[in-house]
Nanobody, 122 residues
Framework: QVQLVQSGGGLVQPEGSLRLSCVGS????????LSWYRQTPGKERELVAF???????HVADSVKGRFTVSRDNGEKTVNLHMHRLKIEDTAVYYC????????????????WGQGTQVTVSS
């Protein structure tokens, strides 16, 4: 049974930092790409960042230079490191797994973490 269990998140002031973590099970973690999405009310879920099996990464333009994504295959964990947070980063964040070739785009499977609220506010 596939499971993605998230931790982290919460309330942070603008320019602060947070780390989200997601532990995966029920699939061959090292062979898949892992990703983070976010969603705000009334909007579609947005791809924030993903990391391929070869550890190459892609981040959305809206968070480039502020967010990074990393993975630990031994711990079956993917992390989203968020720095210099802005009010517009406020959202529910979800982890996901899927496929991506070495240089290609990300294709999500329909398995999601439970969601984690990140609120950036002074």
């Amino acid at each position: 049974q596939v499971q993605l269990v998230q931790s982290g998140g919460g309330l942070v002031q603008p320019e602060g930092s947070l780390r989200l973590s997601c532990v995966g099970s029920g699939f061959t973690f090292s062979r898949h790409a892992l990703s983070w999405y976010r969603q705000t009310p009334g909007k579609e879920r947005e791809l924030v960042a993903f990391i391929r099996p070869n550890n190459s990464t892609h981040v959305a333009d809206s968070v480039k230079g502020r967010f990074t994504v990393s993975r630990d295959n031994g711990e079956k964990t993917v992390n989203l490191h968020m720095h210099r947070l802005k009010i517009e980063d406020t959202a529910v964040y979800y982890c996901n797994f899927g496929t991506a070739t070495n240089d290609g785009p990300y294709y999500a499977y329909t398995y999601w973490g439970q969601g984690t609220q990140v609120t950036v506010s002074s």
